[in-house]
């Protein structure tokens, strides 16, 4: 097949469902792939998805990120343009500084007793259901890093189902397929509601301090002891808080079914620390989250071959390179003490995910502690995935807790 019709069968809805066999049917062209001039997909130069050439691109500073054209007249993309994700350095190294400096080891400490706090009371309410069925998404995986990461940044948590209204449109906006009128207007919308409501809760910290995030992030700004305006605050904290949750939500609702198909691992998980990490990051690499990234080529150059002119844009499909069978023998295959490389799943290089540790501990410790309330879980019924190939992930998930 060519690279044209393994891309149109990727993009198509049985693509976004399993997008695994069109990803081997890449691999098999070979690490990069050229999107010829004509070709339905040519909004990207080529595609890559090699393990050590993806790891290589996203390593590499001279490969930027390039704003989208017109973005200044678009509220969503000025939004992003003025935040740490979505820009090259020297603006990145003073944004990704600020907020460096927040996520410190201490602090993730101090969220240890948080996330387990939050995990009990979820369980506890699961079990006091009485319901044998509930779905595992609303009552497990969205609450976990919604009411943690809301805590931590200090959004009040009355506020978080009309939050999760916003960011559903701006995720709808940033899949492959989400650039239409329609998309990009609500999206526009969302960010600017998320602006007022954080300019609001900002002024409410300064008059009102506390001992989250936002309190010590304005102090710091009001002292001039922080390089960023306002402005870029306030897109950093709209690109940080969804960043972090749909995310989180889905490395819980796509591992769980994996986890639950190997008993074995089941039983063993509430007693073994190094399993669960491990089974945190299998997981993470057989059905990451993130699915594409992409960057733009500083010069014409060669890549495996395919030729690339500087400023094209290159699709870096990191679903794809975390089943590379050349670093991942037996790629689709499920194993929570496979040596080898790390996976791709939160990135590499400059933009490496800010709040990986934080993902990897709610797993950590939360996935233990369900198993060893819930020994018997069960999936009800074949979970869909979200139909979006950027985040890729189930938003509905049926589970008995009692077998
Ligand atoms: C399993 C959960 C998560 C996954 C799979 C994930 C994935 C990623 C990926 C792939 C990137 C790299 C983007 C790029 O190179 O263009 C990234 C960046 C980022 N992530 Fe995460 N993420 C997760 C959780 C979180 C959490 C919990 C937070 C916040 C606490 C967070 C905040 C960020 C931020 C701020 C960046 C941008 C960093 C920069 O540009 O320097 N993420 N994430």
């Not at 020297?90 to 240890?112: G, I, K, N, S, Y």
Request: negative net charge; proline residues 8%.
């Amino acid at each position: 097949m060519t690279v044209d019709e393994l891309l149109t069968g990727l993009y198509s809805e049985q693509g976004r469902q399993n997008p695994y066999p069109w990803y081997a049917g890449l691999h098999r062209l070979g690490p990069v792939s050229a999107v010829p001039a004509r070709a339905e997909h040519r909004t990207v130069a080529a595609v890559a998805v090699g393990y050590d050439l993806v790891d290589r691109l996203l390593r590499d500073p001279e490969w930027t990120k390039q704003p989208p054209p017109g973005w200044e007249e678009q509220e969503i993309l000025r939004a992003f343009q003025t935040s740490m994700m979505f820009v090259n350095p020297p603006e990145h190294t003073r944004m990704r500084h600020v907020f460096a400096h927040t996520f410190t080891p201490r602090r993730l400490d101090a969220l240890r007793p948080v996330i387990l706090r939050v995990v009990d009371d979820l369980l506890d309410r699961m079990a006091d259901a009485g319901d044998t069925v509930v779905d595992f998404v609303a009552d497990f995986a969205y609450p976990i890093p919604a009411l943690v990461m809301a805590e931590f940044i200090g959004i009040p948590t009355a506020e978080l189902a009309w939050y999760r209204e916003r960011v559903e449109r701006i995720d709808e906006f940033l899949d492959v397929a989400g650039k239409t009128p329609q998309r990009l207007a609500a999206a526009n919308t969302a960010a600017q509601e998320l602006r007022v409501f954080y300019r609001e809760l900002l002024a409410h910290r300064r008059r009102a301090p506390t001992d989250d995030l936002l309190s010590g992030l304005v102090e710091a700004l009001d002292a001039g002891g922080v390089e960023l305006t306002e402005e870029e605050l306030v897109s950093n904290l709209i690109v940080l808080f969804n960043a972090s949750f749909v995310t989180t939500v889905y490395m819980f609702s796509n591992g769980l079914p994996l986890l639950l198909a190997h008993p074995e691992t089941v039983a063993a998980l509430p007693t073994d620390d190094a399993l669960a990490r491990g089974c945190v990051d299998e997981v993470l690499r057989l059905e990451s989250p993130v699915h594409f990234l992409a960057r733009a080529a500083p010069a014409d150059t060669v890549l495996d071959g395919v030729p690339v002119a500087a400023d094209d844009n290159v699709l870096i499909m990191i679903g794809a390179a975390n089943r590379d069978p050349a670093r991942f023998p037996d790629p689709d295959t499920f194993d929570p003490t496979r040596p080898g490389p790390p996976s791709l799943a939160f990135g590499v290089g400059l933009h490496f995910c800010l709040g990986a540790a934080v993902s990897r501990l709610e797993g950590r410790l939360a996935l233990p502690r369900l198993l060893a309330r819930f020994p018997a879980l069960r999936v009800t019924e074949t979970p869909t995935y979200s139909g979006s190939l950027f985040l890729r992930g189930i938003d509905e998930l049926l589970v008995s807790t009692s077998g």
